[in-house]
Structures are given as C-alpha cells and as structure tokens.
C-alpha cells in the first residue's frame, strides 16, 4: 500500500504565494509519474501540473508562469510551488502518484490519491 500526505496549504491574500508538498510512502518500488489536481467550489476536479520520472513537466494554461512542479526522488516527494495566486485558485489540491509496488519478487503498478490540502486565496 502507497500512502501520500499533503501538506503546505492554507489562507492567502492574492498575490501571495504557497508551497504544497507530498510525500509518498509504502512499498514503494518505483514512482512514475506525480501529480497536482485540483477541484475548486462547485467544478470538477482539474489537471493543475504533472512531472515524469525524468522530470519533464506539464502545466494547464491557467498556471503557466505562476506555478513550479518539481520532485525529489530520494524522498519520493513531489512540490507545488505556487506564485502570484488568484482568489480562483481556491480549491482542495490533491497529489497524484503512479508506479510500481512491492519488491524485486513481485511488483504491481499502483495510482495513489492525497486527502487532499485547502488552499483559499482571498481577494
């Protein structure tokens, strides 16, 4: 079992900046890709960025030069660096991680899901 906790969220005025981060844990064998979604009041939940296990990102347009996805593969800890926020950023930010779990004897892939962190941006 691959267990992710979020962290890094919170209130902020807009324009302000926050720094979500999760971490991955469990037999983990190998992790693929991992994500940030979001789903903001009353929307469905939304690719925000994604990062590969070699560190090729991909951003939704609407964060496009205000958000940073990075990763830290020893910690299996994947980052949201979030700059220049917009009351329509407010949402609960969820972490997205796939890949490989188990040991050398025996892997299966896996798709984890966070609980999620509230982020609320105030005008």
């Known amino acids: 079992q691959v267990r992710l906790l979020e962290s890094g969220g919170g209130l902020v005025q807009a324009g302000g900046s926050l720094n979500l981060s999760c971490a991955a844990s469990g037999s983990i064998f190998r992790i693929n890709g991992m994500g940030w979604h979001r789903q903001g009041p009353g929307n469905q939940r939304e690719l925000v960025a994604s990062?590969?296990?070699?560190?090729?990102?991909n951003y939704a347009d609407f964060v496009k030069g205000r958000f940073t996805i990075s990763r830290d593969s020893a910690k299996n800890t994947v980052y949201l660096q979030m700059n220049s926020l917009k009351p329509e950023d407010t949402g609960v930010y969820y972490c997205?991680?796939?890949?490989?779990?188990?040991?050398?004897?025996?892997?299966?892939?896996?798709?984890?899901w966070g609980q999620g962190t509230q982020v609320t941006v105030s005008s």
């Open positions: 997205n991680v796939n890949g490989l779990a188990g040991s050398t004897l025996a892997v299966r892939s896996f798709g984890s």
């Open positions: 990062i590969t296990s070699s560190g090729v990102t």
